[in-house]
């Protein structure tokens, strides 16, 4: 009897042992297992945090953005609104003042439509007139003063008018306007049409300081010359 409680009392102390033993075990492998399962929550956690703080600035930015943008659309509006209230104004008193000054105005035009020779007549009836546009000048003729050959100037011009494609009305406002020095003399002894005529003009030059006038200018100093002697 005694031999079986002793080995009785010894299974029990090696149960103990084994469940003393495996308590241990337990205990360290769940510790271990919470241990992970913490440092995973955290884990979790920290990413989630992050997450929430990327987005949460990404929507501000964008509620940032939005609300500007409604701003400035609305302060557009407001100056477009403001604008539109100047002008109406400024029509307003545009119309004020034409209403005001409307019956000195039309007393101002019956004395003017009574009054034979006035402005608003010689107005009604203009005078017809065509001037003459001068191309632009991509090649400037030279200028004649009346003391340099004839000849070679007239080359000259004519070399810089076929450059510039000058018609005949344009040829003889060019050579009008490149006159200088005793050479605008010509132009008192021309009508404005002899004068807007290139050839008529060139014409007249030709007979002042041509060949042809040359040489009586030189006859006439070596007859001077001669009588002198």
């Known amino acids: 009897m005694q031999q079986k409680f002793e080995e009785t009392s010894g299974n ?8 003393i033993e495996n308590g241990s075990n337990l205990l360290e492998e769940t510790s271990g297992k919470l241990e992970n399962l913490d440092k995973k929550l955290l884990e979790n956690y920290t990413t989630l945090e992050k997450k929430i703080m990327e987005n949460s ?6 509620i940032g953005e939005y609300v500007d943008g ?4 609305i302060e557009n509006k407001l100056v477009t609104v403001e604008e539109f209230q100047n002008k109406f104004l400024e029509v307003e008193r545009k119309i004020a003042t034409l209403s005001l000054g409307s019956g000195e105005q039309q007393q101002v035009v019956n004395t003017a439509l009574k009054s034979p020779g006035s402005d608003i007549d010689r107005l009604s009836k203009p005078e017809l007139s065509s001037p003459v546009e001068i191309s632009k000048i991509r090649m400037k003729p030279p200028q004649f003063d009346g003391k340099s050959s004839w000849v070679n100037y007239l080359r ?3 070399a810089a008018a076929r450059a510039n494609g000058w018609s005949l009305a344009e040829k003889a406002t060019a050579l009008t306007l490149a006159l200088r020095g005793d050479a605008t003399d010509i132009l008192q002894t021309l009508s404005l049409e002899q004068q807007d005529d290139y050839h008529q003009l060139v014409k007249h030059l030709e007979m002042r300081y041509g060949q042809s006038h040359l040489e009586h200018v030189y006859h006439s100093q070596l007859k001077n010359r001669c009588q002198k002697k």
């Open 156 to 158: 000259q011009f004519e």
């Open 70 to 73: 409604k701003f400035e659309e």
């Open 12 to 19: 029990l102390r090696g149960m103990e042992l084994k469940l």
């Open 57 to 62: 600035s990404c929507l501000q930015k964008q």
